[in-house]
């Protein structure tokens, strides 16, 4: 069973940083592409940064410049450092998996952060608040 579970979220000035993590189990697949996404209440989850096993990198223009998105394959956790954050950035921030067995080709990180139906597993979501 994999399993995603946040951390990292809280309330902070415009401005200032948080770091997310997501820990990751359950899974051995060695193709894989792990997201961050975010949602506020009455809006599509909008695709944050997605990295895949190969380390390409994807970021959403909103956050590109001021996000980081980064993995310690050995510790199986990815992160996503904040930084420059603004009141827009307020949202439930998740983490998401999509795994791809032996065989099946793996999208682009840039075609998989379009879109929340392209990953498999979710986590419960770690909220960010930022005040102006």
């Known amino acids: 069973q994999v399993q995603l579970v946040e951390s990292g979220g809280g309330s902070v000035q415009a401005g200032g940083s948080l770091r997310l993590s997501c820990a990751r189990s359950?899974?051995?697949?060695?193709?894989?592409?792990l997201g961050w996404f975010r949602q506020v209440p009455g809006k599509e989850r909008e695709g944050v940064a997605a990295i895949d096993s190969d380390g390409d990198i994807s970021y959403a223009d909103s956050v590109r410049g001021r996000f980081t998105i980064s993995q310690d394959n050995a510790k199986n956790t990815l992160f996503l450092q904040m930084n420059s954050l603004k009141p827009e950035d307020t949202a439930m921030y998740y983490c998401?998996?999509?795994?791809?067995?032996?065989?099946?080709?793996?999208?682009?990180?840039?075609?998989?952060?379009?879109?929340?139906?392209?990953?498999?597993?979710w986590g419960q979501g770690t909220q960010v608040t930022v005040s102006s």
């Open positions: 359950g899974y051995t697949y060695s193709s894989y592409c």
């Open positions: 998401a998996a999509a795994v791809y067995p032996l065989g099946k080709p793996r999208p682009p990180t840039s075609w998989i952060l379009r879109g929340a139906n392209r990953y498999n597993y």
